[in-house]
């Protein structure tokens, strides 16, 4: 049965709230590369190891508040064996505290038909914000390809266009090792897909062994553009999009490449493949 549009774009996805603190905030830092130079002092405030200095890394709101896999909800419509994520954006509006208690409520923002064995784009947002105060921290959105779901009679645009990286050589590089068990580690930042884990579910995919969490190279370019641009200065860590267009297993080295006018790029050293491509990264504030 094709997916109904109104119902679809209005679906209710239960807002989530959610408490956290210095124990989260430090798995998270350390689970996207945080702490691999143990003597970098500018790293340690993100993995709690300061007592006088703790802050969190600002992609850790992709994961505080995370609805849940809701499109595995029959009441979707979507064929959801056929999903895939396929970008990525966070802005972070106000410094995301060490600890405190957030409601985050995700919503459909748009949905275009590709066309009967085309698939189809569903486009969606994050609002987080402090529990008491209302105050507004951060706003996630993402694309998911409903590779299953085309040919329902649905608007064929208007489609999001992608960043256009210069032609130039990067101004920057920053190269992350991931380690072989980095999947497991991860996998408490609110996503247990066997894909991650179990290397019977990875083979029955088409992977010689568990893939690492889209989320999880999202956040390692995360740690390298606060590096670079920021100088691991979290107060000035704006907003970043891409597009996920690789895979990565767990152990390979991820370089993240970098242009002084936020674009950049994160490729697989060990296979030369580019995991996150037509990357815009911008200081807060920035027009």
Same mark, same amino acid.
């Given at each position: 049965? #094709?997916?109904?549009?109104?119902?679809? @774009?209005?679906?209710?996805?239960?807002?989530?709230?959610?408490?956290?603190?210095?124990?989260?905030?430090?798995?998270?830092?350390?689970?996207?590369? @945080?702490?691999?130079?143990?003597?970098? @002092?500018?790293?340690?405030?993100?993995?709690?190891?300061?007592?006088?200095?703790?802050?969190?890394? #600002?992609?850790?709101?992709?994961?505080?508040?995370?609805?849940?896999?809701?499109?595995?909800?029959?009441?979707?419509?979507?064929?959801?064996?056929?999903?895939?994520?396929?970008?990525?954006?966070?802005?972070?509006?106000?410094?995301?505290?060490?600890?405190?208690?957030?409601?985050?409520?995700?919503?459909?923002?748009?949905?275009?038909?590709?066309?009967?064995?085309?698939?189809?784009?569903?486009?969606?947002? /994050?609002?987080?914000?402090?529990?008491?105060?209302?105050?507004?921290?951060?706003?996630?959105?993402? %694309?998911?390809?409903?590779?299953?779901?085309?040919?329902?009679?649905?608007?064929?645009?208007?489609?999001?266009?992608?960043?256009?990286?210069?032609? %130039?050589?990067?101004?920057?590089?920053?190269?992350?090792?991931?380690?072989?068990?980095?999947?497991?580690?991860?996998?408490?930042?609110?996503?247990?897909?066997?894909?991650?884990?179990?290397?019977?579910?990875?083979? /029955?995919?088409?992977?010689?062994?568990?893939?690492?969490?889209?989320?999880? %190279?999202?956040?390692?370019?995360?740690?390298?553009?606060?590096?670079?641009?920021?100088?691991?200065?979290?107060?000035?860590?704006?907003?970043?999009?891409?597009?996920?267009?690789?895979?990565?297993?767990?152990?390979?080295?991820?370089?993240?490449?970098?242009?002084?006018?936020?674009?950049?790029?994160?490729?697989?050293?060990?296979?030369?493949?580019?995991?996150?491509?037509?990357?815009?990264?911008?200081?807060?504030?920035?027009?």
């Amino acid at each position: 049965m #094709p997916i109904d549009y109104d119902q679809l @774009m209005n679906f209710d996805i239960p807002a989530v709230r959610q408490t956290y603190g210095a124990e989260e905030v430090a798995r998270f830092g350390l689970t996207v590369g @945080m702490g691999q130079d143990p003597l970098d @002092m500018r790293q340690l405030p993100y993995i709690g190891a300061l007592a006088d200095d703790a802050r969190a890394m #600002p992609a850790i709101v992709n994961v505080l508040g995370h609805p849940g896999f809701w499109l595995g909800n029959p009441e979707t419509g979507v064929d959801a064996v056929k999903v895939v994520h396929g970008e990525q954006g966070i802005t972070i509006h106000r410094s995301i505290p060490n600890e405190a208690t957030v409601v985050a409520k995700t919503r459909v923002t748009g949905l275009v038909d590709k066309g009967a064995g085309r698939g189809a784009l569903l486009y969606y947002e /994050k609002r987080i914000c402090e529990a008491e105060s209302g105050v507004h921290l951060a706003t996630c959105r993402g %694309t998911t390809f409903l590779r299953g779901d085309g040919g329902f009679g649905g608007p064929d645009g208007p489609v999001k266009q992608a960043h256009t990286l210069p032609e %130039t050589r990067p101004d920057h590089v920053f190269d992350t090792p991931t380690r072989p068990e980095q999947a497991l580690y991860y996998r408490w930042n609110a996503d247990p897909n066997p894909l991650h884990l179990d290397p019977r579910v990875a083979e /029955k995919a088409g992977f010689e062994r568990p893939i690492l969490h889209g989320l999880c %190279t999202f956040g390692l370019a995360a740690h390298a553009l606060l590096a670079v641009m920021c100088d691991y200065d979290d107060s000035r860590f704006g907003s970043m999009d891409a597009r996920f267009t690789a895979f990565v297993y767990p152990g390979e080295t991820l370089r993240t490449e970098i242009w002084n006018d936020g674009s950049f790029r994160t490729r697989v050293i060990e296979r030369d493949k580019i995991a996150i491509g037509n990357g815009l990264f911008k200081l807060r504030g920035a027009a």
